[in-house]
Nanobody
Framework: QGRLMESGGGSVQPGGSLRLSCVDSGLTFSNDHIGWLRQAPGKAREAVAAISAGGSLTYYSDSVKGRFTISRDNAQNTVYLQMNNLKHEDTAMYYC??????????????????????WGQGTQVTVSS
């Protein structure tokens, strides 16, 4: 497995948009389920979106459903997180990571942060007026 690297963070006003990218340097990317997770200061890590290896399954937390869209391009070893209508409460460090239990990637377990490994270094998203 390679390393995951996030990019695309920045500062935006409420209501704005950002697109995050997560690039994998390894050769097994197309076999991996990938999640986007975030952590705000003083708060626990939260899984906000995840996508299956082939891209057919996507999951979202209630806090971002309808505003964020996860997608992937396996030919480019990249997963994206399109974030629209950003809110103050979306301010956090955003990470991508691999889901470490492929057979257990379900609607009931995708959000368990302890099942993700190979975290990237993160990209900061700040929503401020």
């Amino acid at each position: 497995q390679g390393r995951l690297m996030e990019s695309g963070g920045g500062s935006v006003q409420p209501g704005g948009s950002l697109r995050l990218s997560c690039v994998d340097s390894g050769l097994t990317f197309s076999n991996d389920h990938i999640g986007w997770l975030r952590q705000a200061p003083g708060k626990a890590r939260e899984a906000v979106a995840a996508i299956s290896a082939g891209g057919s399954l996507t999951y979202y937390s209630d806090s971002v459903k309808g505003r964020f869209t996860i997608s992937r391009d396996n030919a480019q070893n990249t997963v994206y997180l399109q974030m629209n209508n950003l809110k103050h409460e979306d301010t956090a460090m955003y990470y991508c990571a691999r889901y470490s239990h492929p057979a257990l990637f379900t609607s009931g377990s995708w959000s368990l942060t302890t099942r993700y490994n190979d975290w990237g270094q993160g990209t900061q998203v700040t929503v401020s007026s």
